[in-house]
């Protein structure tokens, strides 16, 4: 199995999640003021959105790590997201799906704040910078 490629397919979900909900959270408080979001509030939305993501997918996360550290030829190595899913439910139960919920939140929150606050500030200045440009 390629691994490199499970992994990198098991950050869509994440994704399809933290993107729309960070542009939404943006539009809701750019309603709320009445005017864009300044670069700082950009990126309280990305950390919210960040860690809400993060909280959603922490099964899918539990899923990959087994999947990744299990012995090959093992039945958890073949990869089957699922199957392996089922097999933490069915021994650990709900605590199992989100073992480590917490700290995972925190980084992927203090991540989406610095990395979607640089974005957005960095975007505003080549805005400017090309209405600056004849």
Request: hydrophobic share 50%; glycine share 10%; proline share 4%.
């Amino acid at each position: 199995m390629d691994r490199p490629g499970f992994v990198a397919a098991l950050v869509i979900p994440f994704s399809l999640v933290q993107f729309p909900l960070w542009e939404s959270l943006k539009a809701l408080w750019s309603w709320r003021q009445d005017h864009v979001v300044d670069s700082w509030q950009s990126a309280v939305c990305g950390a919210f959105a960040g860690g809400f993501a993060a909280a959603v997918t922490t099964p899918l996360d539990v899923a990959k790590t087994r999947i990744t550290l299990a012995k090959a030829g093992s039945s958890t190595a073949d990869g089957n997201v699922l199957s392996v899913l089922h097999g933490v439910w069915r021994s650990q139960g709900l605590a199992g799906l989100f073992a480590g919920v917490f700290p995972r939140m925190a980084a992927i929150s203090l991540g989406g704040f610095i990395f979607l606050g640089a974005y957005d500030r960095t975007h505003s200045l080549l805005l400017e910078v090309g209405r600056k440009s004849p």
